[in-house]
């Protein structure tokens, strides 16, 4: 059974970088089939697609948040990464990880995990 | 960059239909999924390419798409259908996944 799990720190100060990681069990992140990525929602409000990640290293991001977000893959580890650089307080969300074959629909999420911008 | 919209709120009585619509340029030529989020959880997936549905996703879940509107349609309205519903399409011409701003089921 697909599981992704987030994990990463649950605070962070502004202006510096958050990362987070993104384990898969049940699949492998070296699929043909799946991209990878990361969604995000601030506290009461939308959905926000931030990234996504293909194996052979074809990436996509959003281009408001392009500047200062990374995406990577680590194929020894099944787990791919997010790293969003100069946070503010806007930068607070829910962060998930997820699945997405053929850049359809994101079939698979992770629970998330609240990350909060504060001094 | 292609813009999706959906109503803020949509409120229906148990065991009536509920509607939610998911509008866009020409919506239609695109597939469509739609997502189920109830609070506190993570989004689920309810419908896939316009009108699919995931293993273990109610029947009462379906999907359509044509022209300028896609739309959810959930019969049969259960309490526990009670969430945000967010609906999403593949830009390819900007290549970026796009969200409408969601819309939340009431059941009264």
């Known amino acids: 059974q697909l599981q992704l799990q987030e994990s990463g720190p649950g605070l962070v100060k502004p202006s510096e970088t958050l990362s987070l990681t993104c384990t898969v069990s049940g699949d492998s992140v070296s699929s043909s089939r799946h991209y990878w990525g990361w969604v995000r929602q601030p506290p009461g409000k939308g959905l926000q697609w931030m990234a996504n990640i293909y194996n052979s290293g074809k990436i996509y991001y959003n281009p408001s948040l392009k500047s200062r977000v990374t995406i990577s893959i680590d194929t020894s580890q099944n787990q791919f990464s997010l790293k969003l650089t100069s946070v503010t307080a806007t930068d607070t969300a829910v962060y998930y990880c997820t699945r997405q074959p053929w850049l359809r629909s994101l079939d698979h999420w992770g629970h998330g995990t609240l990350v909060t911008v504060s001094s | ?108």
């Open chain 2, 1 to 108: 960059s292609y813009v999706l919209t959906q109503p803020p709120s949509v409120s229906v009585a148990p065991g009536q239909t509920a509607t939610i619509t998911c509008g866009g340029d020409n919506i239609g030529v695109r597939s469509v999924h739609w997502y189920q989020q109830r609070p506190g959880q993570a989004p689920v997936l309810v419908v896939y390419d316009d009108s699919d549905r995931p293993s273990g996703i109610s029947e009462r879940f379906s999907g359509s798409n044509s022209g300028n509107t896609a739309t959810l349609t959930i019969s049969r309205v259960e309490a526990g259908d009670e969430a945000d519903y967010y609906c999403q399409v593949w830009d390819g011409s900007s290549e970026h996944v796009i969200f409408a701003g969601g819309t939340r089921l009431t059941v009264l």
